[in-house]
C-alpha cells in the first residue's frame, strides 16, 4: 500500500506542519527517596517549645500583653540569658515587624525594661528605591516582600528569631484572612526563608472574643495560621486573678506538650516577672473555664457575632460563601442569621443582577440601634493591611 503523500494532484504540495516556536516541556514530579534523606534532630530556640527555622504562633486578646512578651524574648536571645524555665538560650539578633507600637515610645523602652542588648535588635519599620534617602521614604512591607526581607536577614549577625506583630498587619491588602490558600501562599515562602536562614518566626495573632471548643480555632482568620506553624502558645488573663498572665501550650508537631508559664507585668513601662512554678492546664483548658458557667445559647450567639464581624471587616462578602464557611467552622446557618440581625448588618444584591452579599454598616453606632429604626448605609468594599480597622475595631467593642 503506498504510503500517503503531501502532494495535491494536480496542484501544490501540501506545506508541512509548522514546529511550534516555543518549546513548552512537560512538569515532572519531584521525587525525593526518604533513602536519600539524612535525618536530623530539630534545632530549638526555646527547647521543646519554639524551633528555628519553623512558624510558631503566639494567640491572645488584644491589650493582654502579647507584646510585652516579644520584648522579655527579644531581651533574652540578644543577651544570652536562659529563658524563663530554666534553659539555654543562644545569644543572637532580633528582627522585629512591629506595626503597632512605636519604636521610640514603646519598643526602646519596653527592650530597655528588659535589660536588652538593643544593638541586636532590629525592626523593619519600611523600605525605599535606591536613589531615595531612607529618611524621606516609608513605603510599607509585606510578608509578601520575601527578597527584602531576606536581605535584611543577610545584614543581621546570627538572626535568631523574626516576630511579626500582628500577622494581619503584613499580610497585605489584597490577601484574605479567612482564606487558607490566599494566607498559606504568602505564609509558605516566609517558612522557607526560616528554614534556610534558621531564625525561628513568631507570628503575633488576635483572639476572637467569642466563646469557643478548642484554642487553637480561636485564632483570628483562616486555619491555616495555625495550620502551617508548628507550635502555637495561647496568651490569655488568668480567671482567678486578672494581673497574672498564662502562656499555655496549645499544638506542638515537633515535641510532647509542654507545661505552661505564669507572669505578671510590673512597673513602667513594665518588665515580666516570670512565676517559678509550672502551670499544668492546656491552652484549651484554659478556655474551657473561661466559658465555664455561661448560657449555652448565648454564647453561640455572641460566638457567631464576633465570627461574623472578623468575617466582614474586609468588606462584603457573598452570602452563600459566608453561610458555607460559617458552616464548616461549625456555626449553623440560623444562628449566623440572627448575629447578622444583632449586628444591623446591610443585606443585599451587588448591583441589579449580582449575587446576594453581607456587609457591616458603616457607621457602628448603628450597633446600639434596633434594626427596624436604622437607616441603611452600606459599607464601601475596601481591603485592610491589617487585621483591624478603626470601624471594625469599634464592631467588635459593642460586642
Not at 467569642?210 to 491555616?224: F, H, K, P, V, W
Not at 508548628?230 to 502562656?247: A, G, I, P, Q
Not at 458557667?293 to 464576633?306: I, M, R, T, V
Request: overall charge neutral; aromatic content about 4%.
Amino acid at each position: 500500500m503506498a504510503l500517503p503523500s503531501n502532494r495535491n494532484p494536480g496542484g501544490p504540495p501540501k506545506a508541512s506542519p509548522a514546529p511550534d516556536p516555543v518549546h513548552k516541556p512537560n512538569r515532572r514530579p519531584r521525587l525525593l527517596r526518604m533513602a536519600d534523606v539524612t535525618p536530623r534532630p530539630v534545632q530549638w530556640l526555646w527547647h521543646d517549645r519554639v524551633a528555628t527555622g519553623r512558624l510558631s504562633l503566639l494567640v491572645g486578646q488584644p491589650g493582654v500583653g502579647k507584646s510585652y512578651l516579644t520584648a522579655d524574648m527579644a531581651a533574652r536571645i540578644s543577651t544570652g540569658r536562659p529563658w524563663p524555665d530554666g534553659s539555654p538560650c543562644e545569644r543572637g539578633s532580633v528582627l522585629l515587624l512591629s506595626a503597632e507600637d512605636d519604636p521610640a515610645d514603646t519598643l526602646r523602652p519596653r527592650l530597655d525594661a528588659h535589660d536588652a542588648d538593643v544593638s541586636r535588635v532590629v525592626a523593619m519599620t519600611g523600605s525605599y528605591f535606591d536613589n531615595a534617602d531612607p529618611d524621606d521614604a516609608d513605603m510599607t512591607v509585606t510578608l509578601a516582600d520575601v527578597a527584602m526581607i531576606e536581605d535584611a536577614l543577610r545584614e543581621l549577625d546570627n538572626c535568631r528569631l523574626i516576630v511579626v506583630d500582628p500577622i494581619g498587619s503584613y499580610l497585605g491588602g489584597r490577601t484574605d484572612a479567612h482564606r487558607d490558600n490566599e494566607v498559606r501562599s504568602v505564609l509558605a515562602p516566609i517558612a522557607k526563608l526560616a528554614e534556610k536562614y534558621g531564625p525561628a518566626v513568631l507570628c503575633v495573632a488576635h483572639r476572637r472574643k467569642s466563646a469557643g471548643r478548642a484554642a487553637d480555632d480561636m485564632a483570628l482568620g483562616s486555619r491555616a495560621f495555625t495550620g502551617i506553624a508548628r507550635s502555637v502558645w495561647h496568651l490569655s488573663v488568668d480567671t482567678d486573678d486578672d494581673s497574672r498572665r498564662l502562656l499555655l501550650p496549645g499544638k506542638n508537631n515537633l515535641a510532647p506538650r509542654q507545661h505552661g508559664l505564669a507572669y505578671r507585668i510590673t512597673g513602667n513601662p513594665g518588665v515580666l516577672q516570670w512565676d517559678p512554678k509550672p502551670v499544668t492546664m492546656s491552652a484549651d483548658d484554659a478556655l474551657a473555664k473561661e466559658n465555664d458557667g455561661q448560657d449555652a445559647g448565648q454564647s453561640a450567639h455572641d460566638e457567631a457575632k464576633a465570627w461574623l464581624a472578623d468575617y466582614l471587616v474586609t468588606g462584603p462578602r457573598p452570602a452563600k460563601e459566608i453561610k458555607q464557611d460559617a458552616k464548616r467552622d461549625g456555626i449553623a446557618e440560623r444562628t449566623v442569621d440572627r448575629a447578622a440581625k444583632s449586628l444591623n448588618v446591610d443585606r443585599g444584591r451587588d448591583g441589579l443582577t449580582g449575587p446576594w452579599v453581607w456587609r457591616l454598616p458603616e457607621d457602628p453606632q448603628v450597633l446600639a440601634k434596633e434594626p427596624s429604626t436604622r437607616q441603611e448605609n452600606p459599607l464601601a468594599c475596601t481591603r485592610n493591611v491589617g487585621e483591624y480597622t478603626e470601624t471594625a475595631d469599634r464592631v467588635r467593642m459593642q460586642i
